[in-house]
């Protein structure tokens, strides 16, 4: 028979169980264990196996509670997360943080799709974008510098700047467009990363694994190309665009170019149109490419001189046929080996 100290003791235990608010949490089964002990206790003898009910009950109760609340209490934690804020400056820059960040990024281009960065002008909400970033991306190189002292003026001192093309910037002075290489792109997103980690270092496993997934899929695209552009004659890989902005893909896979404008899309002089149609006429070249956003009427009066067509490429992302960079590259690709073999 239990000593007189030992029910004094249960009965104290009872009534704790009974005042705790977390027994709400337990599940249906150990609830209804626990609405037994009342019963018990209020029976006059209380036997061994009774005693012995009683301490598993209480046991089970508390260990049951507080798992529970744990979990949700690191449900509630998860759920509250607020996505780490970040702004580019073009929409291609804008993708490749898509693929590194996830779901645990908020992105924001201050370049729409479609828009040309180079005369791009910024606004008031722009600022404010770039003020609230923990993160702002950048190409460097030149290609977005006219932003450079609205990043500098509007950003906080505690915001991580990345130029995503820092590392490149050594190989070639004059044509930032290093993303036209998808081997460089991998030096994008390995910034990028960087970037992210350093902002927030308690998801850096999630910005790795992204990486590391992403960097598989710009090697098999790298691949890609070369395979489509491949099956063109060799007497044949000239590529001759508007704009000069795909000197890295012509010299990735072998190619020759030739633009009408430079890196900057400044504005066309005559000589250089004269230079390209004795090329085209030359070479039995079938096609030349302008990109979308550019006014190339210029290219089309060559181009219905020397009786070749004009066919789309791109340089950077845009809604529709190219809404990210992979798919950007492998249009570009398919359209120029289409086109002149």
Known sequence: ???????????????????????TLIDTYSQKKIQLIPKLLNARRLTKANWAFLAMAVVLSLSLACGSSDSKQDSVDASNQQPLSVVTTT??????????????????????????????????????????????VSN?????????SVIQGSSSDDTIHVMAAEMLLDLDADDPHFWQNPLFTVKYVESIRDGLITADPTNSDDYQGNFAEYKDRLTKLDFDIASTLNTVDPALRHLITFHDAFGHLAKRYDWQVTSLVGSDASQVSPGPVVEILEKVREQGLTAVFAEPQ???????????????????????VQDGEVPNYIDMMLFNAKSIARLLR
Do not use: W
Not at 110 to 132: C, E, K, W
Not at 141 to 147: A, I, K, S, V
């Open 91 to 136: 929409a291609l820059l804008a993708d490749l943080v898509k693929n590194v960040g996830g779901d645990l990024v908020s992105v924001t281009a201050l370049v729409p799709p479609g828009a040309d960065v180079h005369s791009f002008q910024s606004t008031p909400a722009d600022n404010m974008a770039i003020s609230r970033a923990a993160v702002v």
């Open 140 to 148: 460097g190189g030149g290609l977005d510098q006219f932003l450079d």
């Open 294 to 316: 550019f006014d190339s009427d210029l290219l089309e009066k060559t181009a219905e001189e020397a009786g070749v067509e004009i066919g789309p490429i791109y340089s950077d």
């Open 1 to 23: 028979m239990p000593s007189l100290q030992h029910r004094r003791q249960a009965f104290r235990i009872a009534d704790c169980i009974e005042s705790v608010s977390f027994l």
